[in-house]
């Protein structure tokens, strides 16, 4: 079955960070654009960063533009989201799913990773 496990989360301070990673499996990786998204606490799910199914087109929410990168190893299912400068208002639980996220008619969304930035 499909799934996404997200890892590399964790407590840094501001200005800090972070490289997280997806492990997906249970469909054909390559075939699709991937996604980066968070939910801070209280608040809806938000897209972060997509990245197109060659890793040719990558995209970016404003406030992340110039901090965040996306990139992918399809060799691995992998995807990733490094993270630097980060900023209180990036704490969030992070998830990574297809593009859109609708895609898969089995998909669903992995258990996250926390990341909190605070001093």
């Known amino acids: 079955q499909v799934q996404f496990v997200e890892s590399g989360g964790g407590l840094v301070q501001p200005g800090e960070s972070l490289r997280l990673s997806c492990a997906a499996s249970?469909?054909?990786?390559?075939?699709?654009?991937m996604s980066w998204h968070r939910q801070a606490p209280g608040k809806e799910r938000e897209w972060v960063a997509g990245i197109s199914s060659v890793g040719g087109v990558t995209s970016y929410l404003d406030s992340v533009k110039g901090r965040f990168t996306i990139s992918r190893d399809n060799a691995k299912n992998t995807v990733y989201l490094q993270m630097n400068s980060l900023k209180r208002g990036d704490t969030s639980v992070y998830y990574c799913?297809?593009?859109?996220?609708?895609?898969?008619?089995?998909?669903?969304w992995g258990q996250g990773t926390q990341v909190t930035v605070s001093s």
């Open positions: 249970g469909f054909a990786f390559s075939s699709y654009g």
């Open positions: 799913n297809v593009t859109p996220p609708t895609a898969l008619p089995n998909g669903g």
